[in-house]
C-alpha cells in the first residue's frame, strides 16, 4: 500500500550529520516534515497497538491509534485479532468511543450502520431505503489494516502491504526483547489500565529519552532518585560493562549490574524475586542476559514504543501534531508472578513511572521546552549535539546489532535517527539499508539459538 | 509577653462574614458596583501586586519602589473606576459580558480587635467575552473584615493572581 | 511557506499602497506573512531587550524574546551586557525558566550542562566518564545574539550581520528619544515588574495605534477620560467633540520610527488625577533641560505627551511614563510587556507617583488599557473571514498634508489626529518585506537637522 501525497520530496539528510552527530532542531517542530513523517513513518512501519493479554476473549476490543488513525483491536471467535480503522465508510464517522469493552457489534452513532467484530457490515437503520445494488456490503466494511502480528504478546499492526514480517521487522532485537518478553515461563501481561498523558513535545524526543539517554538520569532525576533511596544518588555506571545495542533503529542501553534498575523502582520484594528466578533465567536465556536484566537499562523499539526492564513501566508515544503528543503508559508484568509481586511492581511503577511519579514529572517539563523553544526562527535553525560516544563503537561476540561500549553515549539515538532518515528517505521499503545485517536470521526462538553466540 | 492562640471567633461571626462574601460577589455578577462600593469601609485598601516568576535561590534585591501593582486603590480611586464602568463610554463591557464568581476556602480567623476578623478565600472568576472567548482567572485573597453597626464592611484585601501572564485583553472586573 | 519568493514579494508590493493609505486586512492575519515577518523583520531589525537599569549587577539577566525567539540577557563581570539564545546546545531544552533574577551559571535541567554567564559551556556532568574527555566545550557555548548594542540605557540585539549600527538604525529618532534618555543629567530608568498580557491580536495594530492614532483618544477612551482626565491634551475631549490641531505634530520619515508630541511642555501629565508634584518637578528642572537639549525640546516637548515608536515593536511614552514591547505569537496573538519610566533625577515621591499612575492608566487593570484590548482583538478577528481578508482598510486621513517644521527633524503633519505616522509606518513594514537583504532597505532621515542645529533648536 503507498499512501501518496502531493508536495515535496526535500532531502532529508540535510537536516542530520550522524557521523558528525548534529541534528538540526527543525525536525522537532516542523509542520511539514511532521506531515510527512505520518505518511513515510507511521503508514509504513509496524506500530504496536495492544498486548494480547488486554483482549484475552473473542469480542474484546479497544480502540487505539497507529500514527493519528484511529483504529479498533479486536479479538475474533477463532481468536485471531483483526484492526481496523475506527471510521465508518459511510460518512466517516467514528464508529467506536470506548477505550476498550467486548461486544459483538460496532454500531455507528449517525445512521446506525452496524458492523461485526471483523469489521464487516453486516447492516443499518431503515435498511429498505436502499435498492438492490445501492450498497455492496463486502466493500462497505471497517477498513482492515494491511498485515497483524503478534511477538510473544505484542500486537503489532501496520497499513504497508509490502512490509517485512514482524519477525524481520524486530530482527535481532528479538534477542534483546525476549529479556522482558520471555524471561520467565508463561510470557507476559498488562496489568491495570492505561494511564494517558498530553504532552506538548515532538512525540521523537520520547523515543530518544528512552532509547539511549541514561545520561540525563542523574541530573534530571536526582531528586527522585534520593526521595525513593534515602538520598543516595543514581547508582554510579560502570562505563566498561554497560553498552549500547542497535538494531534497525530499535535500541536498549544496558549495564550488566543486574540490580540499577529493581532498585530504582523501590519495591525490596521485586528485588528478590528476580533474584530468586535468575538462575532460571540464565538457564532460559543464556548468562548474559540474565545479567543484563534488571540492570539501569531504558529500550524503544522503533518508531514509538518504549519500556524500562526491571522497572517495568511500557509505553508509547502517540504523535498529534509536530509539537505534542500523547504518552500511553501500561504496567508489565510476567503472568506466573504472585499476585502480590504484581501488586509490588504495580504500586513502584506508580510511585516512579506514573503521571504523579518521582521521576516521570522531571521528564516531560523538558521535552516541552526542547520543542517549544524552536518556535524561535533563529532557534530552529540550530543545531544540537549528538556525539557522545561517537568513537566507541566495538564488535562483541555475544551483543547482537551496532553495539557501542558505555551506557552514557548517543548512539542508539544515532541509530534511530539514522532509521528516521532512512525511512523519510526511501520510497521501497525493500531498499532500505540493514543496520546492522542480520545475525540471528528469522528464526524463531532467540533462546534456541545456543549455538550461534557463545551465552 | 508570648502570644498566646487567638480563640476562634463565633459560629454566628463565621455565618455573617462568609454571607458578607457571596453576597459581595452576587452584587458584583450583577454589576450592583454602588452595592459593592456600600460594602467597602472609608479606609478600604485594596490591592494587588505584580509578581514575576523567579528561581529559588535567587537572590536579586527587591525593587526599591516595590514591584508594580494591579490594584492599589482606596475608596475613591475605586469610585473612580465605578464611574468609568459607568459612564457608558466603556465599549468592551458593552453588550455586558457574562462573569460569574465563585468563592471558596473560606476561612474566618479572629484578630486582636473585637471587631475585625481576617479571612482567606479563594476566588474563582469565570468570564465569556465576545464570540464566546471564555477565560477562567483565579486568585486567593486575604481580607480584613470589620463589623461596623449591623454590616461587615471589608476593610482590607490583598489578591493574589495565579497568573504569571494575564490571559485577557482587559481587567474591567473586581476581585 | 506556500508561496515561492517572487510571487510572495508581488503580493506585498500589493498588499499596502502608503501613498493612498490602504492595507489589506490579509496583512493581519495570514500565515505566510507572519512567517515572513519573522525572518525579514524580526530576524532582521534591531530589537529592543533591556534596559539596563534592569540588569545593574554582574550575573543580573533577564528573558526576553527576540520574535518568537527565547533570549537571555546577562551582564557580564566587565560590565558589559551579552544576549544568548535561551536554549541548551545539546538537546535544545530551555536553559532558564525563570523571568529574571542573578545567577552564575545556568544549568540545563535535562542532562545539567551548564553555561557561564558569557555563555561558555562551563560544566558538563560526566565529561570524563561519557564523553572520555573528548568533548571540545568551546563549540558548544550558548548561541549568542549576532550584535548587542547599547544607546544611553536601552540595549538592543540584532541576528542580522549586515544590519546598519544601531546608532544609524535608530536615526533622527534619537533626537526625541533624547527628551527621555538624555534630559537630565541622571539618565532613565525602567520600573517595577513586567506587567504581562496576552492578547489576540496581530502585532502591527497595537503598534499602528500607539505610533499615531491620537483620533482614537477622545472615542476609545472616553470613559477614562472622564474619570481621570485633569489637564488639556492639544484640546482632545471626551467623545471626540473637539481638537486643536497646533498643539501637535506627527512625526515620521525617520527609517520607520514615528513620534506624535504635544507641545505645551506639561500635557504629558493630562492623565494624573493630581498632576502637581510632577509639574514641580518639571518647573524645577526646566532650565537645565533647555541647557542640555535646547528650547524646542526643553521648553515645548520635555513633560508633554509624546508617543515613541521605534520600529517595529517599541514604544514609550514619556508623560504617560509607559514603556512597552510587543512580542509576536502568530499571526493573531501577542505578548505585550509594559514597565513603568522614569527619569534616574525624579524625587522618589515622584517616580512612585509615576510607578502608580502607570499602572492605573495603563496597567494590567489600566483604566485606558482596558479599552484597546478588544478593538485590536476584533480588528485582527475580522480580518480572519474568508469575505473580510479580501477587504482593505485604510490610513487616509490628512493625506499630503506633511512638511518641514522649523527645529524638528523628519516628514511632519500637524496635530496628534492624523495617519500620517501610520502610512510610514506600512510603508516600512513593506520596504523590509519586499527585500532580500538588509542592503535593499532603504535609509531615510527626512529633514535631517545637524547636531548643531538640533541643540540650539
Avoid at chain 1, 489494516?145 to 503489532?156: C, D, E, M, P, T
Avoid at chain 1, 501500561?330 to 504523579?356: A, L, R, Y
Avoid at chain 2, 459581595?24 to 454589576?31: H, I, K, Q, S, V
Avoid at chain 3, 545556568?106 to 562551563?122: I, M, R
Amino acid at each position: 500500500m503507498r499512501f501518496e501525497r502531493i508536495g515535496r520530496e526535500p532531502d532529508y539528510s540535510r537536516y542530520m550529520d550522524l557521523k558528525e552527530g548534529w541534528l538540526d532542531r527543525r525536525i522537532f517542530s516542523d509542520a511539514d516534515i511532521y506531515e510527512e513523517e505520518l505518511y513515510r513513518i507511521f503508514a509504513r512501519s509496524w506500530l504496536f497497538v495492544a498486548h494480547e493479554s488486554q483482549i484475552p476473549n473473542s469480542g474484546d476490543f479497544l480502540t487505539t491509534h497507529m500514527g493519528e488513525d484511529a483504529v479498533i483491536v479486536a479479538r475474533q471467535p477463532d481468536g485471531s485479532i483483526r484492526v481496523m480503522l475506527n471510521s465508518c465508510p459511510h460518512r466517516g464517522n467514528k464508529v467506536c468511543f470506548a477505550d476498550a469493552g467486548n461486544t459483538r457489534r460496532f454500531v455507528c452513532n449517525y445512521h446506525g450502520w452496524a458492523f461485526d467484530t471483523a469489521g464487516d457490515l453486516k447492516g443499518m437503520h431503515e435498511e429498505y431505503c436502499y435498492d438492490a445494488g445501492d450498497i455492496d456490503f463486502k466493500n462497505h466494511g471497517l477498513k482492515n489494516v494491511a498485515k497483524v502480528g503478534n511477538y510473544k504478546g505484542l500486537v503489532f499492526a501496520t497499513f504497508n502491504s509490502d512490509a517485512p514480517s514482524l519477525e524481520a521487522w524486530l530482527g535481532d532485537f528479538r534477542w534483546y526483547l525476549d529479556m522482558i518478553l520471555d524471561n520467565e515461563e508463561g510470557g507476559t501481561e498488562f496489568i491495570g489500565g492505561c494511564i494517558k498523558s498530553v504532552i506538548s513535545a515532538n512525540w521523537k524526543f520520547g523515543v530518544e529519552n528512552f532509547i539511549g539517554d541514561a545520561y540525563h538520569a542523574g541530573w534530571t532525576h536526582d531528586s527522585g532518585t534520593r526521595s525513593m533511596n534515602n538520598g543516595q544518588p543514581f547508582p554510579p555506571i560502570d562505563m566498561d560493562n554497560s553498552y549500547h545495542a542497535s538494531v534497525n533503529g530499535h535500541g536498549w542501553e544496558f549495564g550488566t549490574e543486574g540490580v540499577g534498575d529493581l532498585f530504582l523502582l523501590g519495591r525490596p520484594k521485586v528485588m528478590d524475586y528476580y533474584n530468586k528466578i535468575r538462575p532460571k533465567m540464565a538457564e532460559r536465556l543464556g548468562e548474559m542476559r540474565s545479567k543484563i536484566f534488571g540492570s539501569v537499562a531504558s529500550a524503544s523499539i522503533f518508531p514509538n514504543v518504549s519500556f524500562l526492564p526491571g522497572i517495568s513501566t511500557f509505553r508509547q508515544w502517540q504523535p498529534k501534531g509536530p509539537m505534542q503528543f500523547e504518552l500511553k503508559t501500561w504496567v508489565i508484568v510476567n503472568k506466573n508472578m504472585p499476585d502480590d509481586i504484581k501488586e509490588e511492581v504495580t504500586k513502584g511503577v506508580m510511585q516512579t513511572f506514573g503521571p504523579g511519579g518521582t521521576f516521570e514529572m522531571d521528564d516531560g517539563e523538558n521535552w516541552e521546552n526542547c520543542t517549544t523553544v524552536n518556535r524561535g526562527v533563529v532557534t530552529r535553525h540550530e543545531r544540537l549535539h549528538y556525539r557522545c560516544g561517537i568513537g566507541r563503537q566495538i564488535e562483541h561476540d555475544t551483543l547482537p546489532g551496532i553495539v557501542y561500549r558505555g551506557q552514557y553515549n548517543d548512539a542508539n539515538q544515532r541509530g534511530f535517527y539514522q532509521r528516521w532518515l532512512d525511512m523519510m528517505t526511501h520510497d521501497e521499503f525493500g531498499k532500505m539499508p540493514a543496520r546492522p545485517e542480520p545475525q540471528l536470521g528469522n528464526v524463531g526462538e532467540t533462546r534456541n539459538l545456543p549455538g550461534l553466540f557463545a551465552l | 509577653m508570648l502570644d498566646r492562640p487567638l480563640a476562634p471567633p463565633p459560629v454566628e461571626v463565621i455565618v455573617a462574614v462568609t454571607q458578607a462574601l457571596h453576597r459581595e460577589a452576587r452584587l458584583l455578577d450583577n454589576e450592583d458596583l454602588d452595592g459593592w462600593l456600600a460594602m467597602l469601609g472609608k479606609d478600604v485598601s485594596y490591592r494587588l501586586e505584580l509578581k514575576s516568576r523567579r528561581f529559588r535561590a535567587d537572590r536579586s534585591p527587591p525593587f526599591p519602589l516595590g514591584p508594580g501593582v494591579i490594584f492599589n486603590e482606596d475608596l475613591g480611586r475605586l469610585k473612580m473606576r465605578v464611574d468609568r464602568l459607568k459612564s457608558g463610554f466603556v465599549w468592551a463591557e458593552d453588550p455586558p459580558n457574562y462573569i460569574r464568581r465563585a468563592v471558596s476556602n473560606v476561612e474566618v480567623l479572629a484578630t486582636r480587635a473585637d471587631n475585625e476578623v481576617r479571612v482567606h478565600s479563594v476566588l474563582g472568576m469565570h468570564r465569556n467575552r465576545i464570540d464566546g472567548t471564555t477565560r477562567l482567572l483565579t486568585a486567593g485573597r486575604t481580607d480584613l473584615w470589620r463589623s461596623e453597626g449591623s454590616a461587615w464592611l471589608l476593610a482590607a484585601r490583598e489578591i493574589v493572581l495565579d497568573h504569571s501572564v494575564l490571559p485577557d485583553s482587559n481587567l474591567n472586573a473586581f476581585f | 511557506m506556500l508561496l515561492g519568493e517572487d510571487e510572495m514579494n508581488d503580493n506585498i508590493a500589493d498588499l499596502v499602497d502608503s501613498r493612498t493609505g490602504r492595507q489589506s486586512r490579509s496583512i493581519y492575519a495570514s500565515e505566510d506573512i507572519y512567517r515572513q515577518e519573522l525572518e525579514r523583520i524580526f530576524g532582521r531589525c534591531w530589537l529592543f531587550l533591556v534596559h539596563t537599569s534592569q540588569i545593574p549587577k554582574p550575573g543580573d539577566y533577564f528573558r526576553t524574546f527576540m520574535g518568537e525567539d527565547d533570549v537571555i540577557v546577562i551582564r557580564q563581570k566587565d560590565g558589559s551586557i551579552k544576549a544568548f539564545l535561551n536554549s541548551c546546545t545539546h538537546r535544545g531544552n530551555r536553559i532558564c525558566r525563570a523571568d529574571r533574577g542573578n545567577a552564575r551559571a545556568f544549568t540545563c535541567n535535562y542532562h545539567g550542562w551548564s553555561f557561564s554567564p558569557d555563555g561558555a559551556l562551563a560544566g558538563v556532568p560526566l565529561e570524563n566518564e561519557a564523553y572520555f574527555g573528548e568533548l571540545d566545550r568551546t563549540k558548544f557555548g550558548l548561541i549568542p545574539v549576532t550584535k548587542v548594542a547599547e544607546y544611553k540605557g536601552l540595549v538592543f540585539g540584532c541576528w542580522d550581520a549586515n544590519s546598519p549600527s544601531l546608532d544609524d538604525y535608530l536615526g533622527d529618532a534619537k533626537f526625541f528619544l533624547d527628551v527621555w534618555l538624555d534630559a537630565m543629567p541622571g539618565g532613565s530608568a525602567l520600573l517595577g515588574e513586567t506587567q504581562k498580557m496576552v492578547l489576540g491580536t496581530n502585532w502591527k495594530l497595537p503598534v499602528e495605534n500607539v505610533c499615531g492614532d491620537g483620533y482614537h483618544l477622545g472615542w476609545a477612551h472616553a470613559g477614562a477620560m472622564a474619570a481621570v482626565q485633569s489637564m488639556d491634551l492639544t484640546g482632545l475631549s471626551v467623545g471626540n467633540s473637539g481638537v486643536d490641531l497646533d498643539g501637535g505634530l506627527s512625526v515620521a520619515g525617520m527609517n520607520g520610527h514615528m513620534v506624535l508630541s504635544a507641545l505645551d511642555g506639561v500635557s504629558g501629565y493630562a492623565f494624573y488625577p493630581d498632576p502637581k508634584p510632577i509639574l514641580e518637578y518639571l518647573e524645577a528642572n526646566r532650565q537645565t533641560v533647555i541647557d542640555r537639549l535646547g528650547e524646542v525640546r526643553g521648553r515645548q516637548v520635555w513633560g508633554a505627551q509624546v508617543n515613541i515608536t521605534i520600529f517595529p515593536n517599541l514604544q514609550l511614552l514619556p508623560g504617560l511614563n509607559w514603556f512597552r514591547v510587543y512580542h509576536p505569537k502568530g499571526p493573531t496573538q501577542i505578548e505585550q510587556w509594559t514597565w513603568a519610566m522614569a527619569e534616574n533625577d525624579m524625587p522618589e515621591a515622584v517616580k512612585a507617583q509615576i510607578l502608580e499612575n502607570q499602572c492605573l492608566t495603563f496597567g494590567l487593570a489600566g483604566l485606558f488599557d482596558n479599552d484597546d484590548g478588544d478593538n485590536l482583538t476584533a480588528c485582527t478577528e475580522q480580518s480572519r473571514g474568508w469575505r473580510t481578508a479580501q477587504m482593505d482598510v485604510y490610513t487616509n486621513m490628512a493625506l499630503g498634508r506633511s512638511g518641514k517644521r522649523e527645529g524638528f527633524p523628519g516628514d511632519i503633519a500637524s496635530g496628534l489626529v492624523s495617519e500620517h505616522n501610520q502610512r510610514y509606518f506600512y510603508r516600512r513594514w513593506q520596504e523590509h518585506m519586499m527585500a532580500e537583504t538588509w542592503a535593499e532597505v532603504p535609509t531615510y532621515n527626512i529633514n535631517s537637522l545637524t547636531d548643531e542645529e538640533a541643540e540650539h533648536a
